[in-house]
């Protein structure tokens, strides 16, 4: 069965630093990994998606995130940190044999510091 | 297109009272999803339909909440009777049928129950 740990219900930084918002998945399959967000009061969209190909993903607003099979992980991160990427952000993962729906993490609230 | 609709924005009800939440997925999209969303259980996957069939209910947390997807541009979620416990935001989306195409979310009901 599939699975998603976001690890970090709440991450801070500084605006301008690193942020990084950790994803490790559970999958006895190839997946397809994503990223969405979801501001205040919205729905979620999507910020990037892995299927096959390239390791390393780019997403919207200069976000990326880097697919690593060994680690089992799908780290999101973007170099300097903007006070319009406060939001709450979801990893989610679905099969690529099944196709069907897909499991969403648990989120991280990602507040940005003056 | 004008994306994922969802009906109403905001609905406030007494306990006891049926509540029925309205979606309409984008066209073509043969996927549709409904999510609830609350601060203590995150986002959940109550049910999916695909071509207008229901593929997984497991998600439906009790006999109170029902779906049905009558054609491909139309979906209902109801709740009767509702109870205090099911107040959250209601989220439908959909997406077409490859397993790494994109979910669209709507913009989400918020439900009161009083």
């Known amino acids: 069965a599939q699975s998603v740990t976001q690890l970090g219900s709440h991450v801070s930084v500084s605006e301008g630093a690193l942020v990084l918002l950790r994803c490790n998945y559970s999958s006895s399959v190839p997946p397809y990994l994503f990223w969405y967000v979801q501001y205040p009061n919205q729905g979620l969209q999507l910020l990037l998606k892995?299927?096959?190909?390239?390791?390393l993903v780019k997403g919207i607003n200069g976000f990326e995130a880097e697919f690593k099979k060994s680690e089992t992980s799908f780290h999101l991160t973007k170099p300097s940190a903007h006070m319009s990427d406060a939001a709450e952000y979801f990893c989610a993962v679905s099969e690529v044999s099944s196709a069907s729906k897909i499991i969403f993490g648990s989120g991280t609230r990602l507040s940005i510091r003056p | 297109d004008a994306g994922v609709i969802q009906s109403p924005r905001h609905e406030v009800t007494e306990m006891g009272q049926e509540v029925t939440l309205r979606c309409k997925p984008i066209?073509?999209?043969?996927?549709l999803f409904w999510y609830r969303q609350t601060m203590m259980r995150g986002l959940e996957l109550l049910i999916y339909?695909?071509?207008?069939?229901?593929?997984?209910d497991s998600g439906m947390p009790e006999d109170r909440f029902s779906a049905k997807m009558p054609n491909a541009s139309f979906s209902t979620l109801k709740i009767q009777p509702s109870e205090p416990r099911d107040s959250a935001v209601y989220f439908c989306?959909?997406?077409?049928?490859?397993?790494?195409?994109?979910?669209?979310f709507g913009p989400g009901t918020r439900l009161t129950v009083l």
């Open positions: 892995y299927t096959t190909g390239a390791t």
């Open positions: 989306a959909s997406r077409t049928s490859g397993g790494a195409d994109t979910q669209y």
């Open positions: 339909f695909n071509n207008n069939v229901p593929i997984d």
């Open positions: 066209s073509g999209h043969d996927y």
